[in-house]
């Protein structure tokens, strides 16, 4: 079994779409979108939609030395909800994420860390859009003020990580880059 896990990931797989033709449909600072004429895997003509974002998803997950995280709570528009989330934001496209991570972690809650570890990179809603996420797990934790953008109303919460992966499982939590950074900033904490 080991064996046909270790061949499945390690195969490259050909493309079974066919783009015949794509136009663009919206376009702002933030996102483009486009509609493309396609032949589906089964030959068959259809039409398939993306989003292409303009910046990279950041998202941190700070651990302070007694274990415990720092959500951020703030009314989604889109979702037309409250949501509380780890820290994040997006970056240009020409910038390290790391970079954008520090920047937005103290934007958002007024911390600096001293040390940094990449977590992973994830796709956020890979059926419509090709949106890429990157992921820190932020430690060595010192306070200073905030300084959140105009578009962000934010509650800061600390909770130990243990209750924020326990608000992940009961469906409080819901954010994507929220989920896969609890889960696995607490896989790496847990094994120390």
């Not at 068959?44 to 415990?68: L, M, Q, R, T």
């Not at 924020?164 to 499982?169: E, F, N």
Request: glycine fraction near 8%.
């Amino acid at each position: 079994m080991q064996d046909i896990l270790y061949n499945l990931m390690s195969t490259e797989f050909e493309n079974p779409w066919k783009t015949i033709r794509s136009r663009p449909i919206y376009d702002n600072p933030w996102i483009a979108v486009r509609e493309e004429d396609v032949l589906k895997p089964n030959g068959a003509p259809g039409i398939y939609g993306v989003v292409s974002f303009k910046n990279k998803a950041i998202g941190i997950v700070p651990v302070d030395s007694e274990g415990y995280t720092y959500l951020v709570g703030q009314f989604r528009y889109t979702l037309n909800e409250y949501s509380w989330e780890i820290p994040e934001g997006g970056g240009p496209m020409n910038e390290a994420p790391l970079e954008t991570a520090k920047r937005e972690l103290e934007e958002e809650t007024g911390l600096h860390a001293a040390t940094w570890s990449e977590l992973g990179r994830i796709h956020t809603s890979n059926s419509v859009t090709d949106e890429e996420g990157f992921l820190f797990l932020a430690t060595d934790l010192t306070p200073g003020p905030s300084n959140p953008e105009d578009t962000e109303q934010l509650i800061i919460k600390r909770v130990s990580l243990k209750d924020a992966v326990a608000m992940v499982m009961r469906g409080e939590i819901t954010d994507s880059l929220s989920i896969a950074g609890l889960l696995k900033a607490f896989m790496i904490v847990s094994s120390y």
